[in-house]
């Protein structure tokens, strides 16, 4: 039987075979699911994918690209976006 701490579904199992021919269960964090766009729900480039310990350890230019809405739209979304603001008409922002 698992430690308590082990017994959570939020930590992934991974089999790991040992050099004595022994298996045994290592226990580790899921991986992060990417960072999508706010209109079109695209995985956005450029943008760290991580767990928050581990972004804030990144600098700021590592955890988003630098430009306008860096890191909630992504660069198609951005300049339909600024060209709707442009034109003076409300953008189309989630939908």
């Given amino acids: 039987m698992p430690a308590p701490r082990y017994r959570s579904r939020s930590l992934k199992r991974v089999y790991v075979k ?3 021919g022994r298996v045994t269960i ?3 964090k899921k991986k ?3 960072p999508k766009c706010a209109i ?3 995985p956005l ?3 760290a994918r991580g767990r928050k310990s ?3 350890k990144l600098s700021k230019s590592e955890r988003r690209p630098e430009r306008p809405y860096g ?3 992504c660069s198609r979304c951005m300049r339909e976006v600024i060209k709707a603001k442009v034109r003076g008409e409300a953008p189309k ?3």
Wanted: with cysteine; glycine share 16%.
């Fill in 54 to 56: 581990e972004i804030k």
């Fill in 93 to 95: 922002l989630f939908g």
């Fill in 71 to 73: 890191g909630y739209l």
């Fill in 45 to 47: 480039h450029g943008v």
């Fill in 32 to 34: 992060v699911d990417y």
């Fill in 26 to 28: 290592h226990y580790r």
């Fill in 40 to 42: 079109c729900k695209k």
């Fill in 18 to 20: 040992l050099p004595g």
